[in-house]
């Protein structure tokens, strides 16, 4: 081995560097036909398992009375029964109630939009606060908030409605032109979630604080940093908390059940209940199940346009890295 000379002595040898190892990597083996074929195989069942009960939805709600409980009638009816859905608007014949859905639908869409606007802007103003400001007790106080998903709402149900009785919001009446007792099922969401607090915050601490700092520096001040900075950078994830609050909203009954009592204030799940008690037998009617099945299909194409709408943004917002690339 060769060496270097030292003033002080005879050369030294230079000692030996180690060759640094390969940094090891997970081995996945090269995907064979028979491996393909079962994963495709596994996703078609999947698929079909979710799909199944909306295409049978849409099937039976094209069926006649009779075929739709005829099981063995083929999947595809014949002939198709388009007055189902008629029927939904206007009500079946002989039947003394005339089924308002069409007001069902934009009572639940104007509420749903509001919860989900609301809780998104209130949550995420929240949110920003845990993320941004250091406090005395801020994990202590995060923790109680956190805490509050631990309680079901079956227990809430009772005060928060003598709450609202209180206020005199669960009769009938107007408020800035709103019905009143439409207002519990989405103004609660004006204080926020602590779902949607928990996530936002989660993307706001992914933020780079230094992008704050820079901003203070320009002169902004709290509000604009959070406009100008924070919102637009967890966009993805305010669109999912709207989506998801959006969807929880709609699919709403036990609030509903509790607060509404005039047809012309029912949403779409509490809508449906009511056609569910009318065209039964219980209730007098002819078992037109047909109907009410044709409803939930309507019912659902809102949910399924909003996916679509927001479906990129899914997987963009549910992860808790607010840097970007």
């Known amino acids: 081995m060769s060496g270097f000379a030292t003033p002080a002595g005879p050369a030294q040898p230079v ?22 074929i079962a994963y495709y195989a596994m996703l078609t069942f999947c698929t079909f398992l979710f799909v199944y009960p909306f295409v049978w939805a849409v099937s039976n709600s094209l069926k006649t009375r009779d075929d739709f409980f005829d099981h063995q009638t083929q999947l595809i009816p014949h002939p198709f029964q388009w007055s189902n859905y008629r029927d939904v608007f206007k009500g079946v014949e002989g039947q003394l109630y005339q089924a308002a859905f069409g007001t069902w639908i934009w009572n639940s869409l104007w509420i749903a939009v509001l919860a989900a ?13 845990f993320a941004y400001f250091r406090f005395p007790l801020r994990n202590f106080f995060f923790g109680c908030v956190l805490a509050t998903m631990m309680l079901p709402g079956v227990v809430t149900l009772v005060p928060t409605y003598l ?72 966009r993805p994830a305010m669109i999912v908390t709207f989506i998801f609050e959006f969807k929880a909203s709609w ?28 065209y039964g037998p219980s209730a007098g009617g002819h078992g037109d199940y047909q109907v009410i099945v044709a409803a939930t299909v309507l019912s659902t194409l809102p949910m399924i346009i909003i996916f679509f709408l927001g479906q990129r943004y899914f997987v963009e917002g549910i992860a808790t890295q607010g840097r970007k690339g």
Request: hydrophobic content about 45%; aromatic content about 16%; proline content about 8%.
């Open 15 to 36: 000692p030996a560097v180690e060759p640094i190892a390969p940094r090891r990597r997970w081995y996945r083996p090269p995907a064979t036909g028979l491996s393909r």
């Open 117 to 129: 606007l609301t809780v998104t802007v209130s949550s995420s103003l929240v949110a920003f606060g």
């Open 163 to 234: 709450l609202w009785n209180k206020l005199h919001f669960t009769g009938p009446g107007t408020f800035l032109f709103l019905s009143k007792n439409q207002y519990p099922l989405w103004a609660p969401n004006l204080f926020g979630s602590a779902f949607y607090i928990f996530l936002m915050r989660q993307f706001f601490l992914g933020i780079p604080r230094e992008l704050f700092e820079a901003s203070r520096m320009d002169g902004d001040n709290y509000w604009t940093m959070f406009w100008r900075i924070a919102a637009p950078l967890a």
């Open 251 to 278: 699919t709403e009954l036990q609030k509903a059940i509790v607060y509404l009592r005039a047809d012309k204030t029912f949403t779409v799940p509490r809508g449906l209940k009511n056609l569910l008690d009318l």
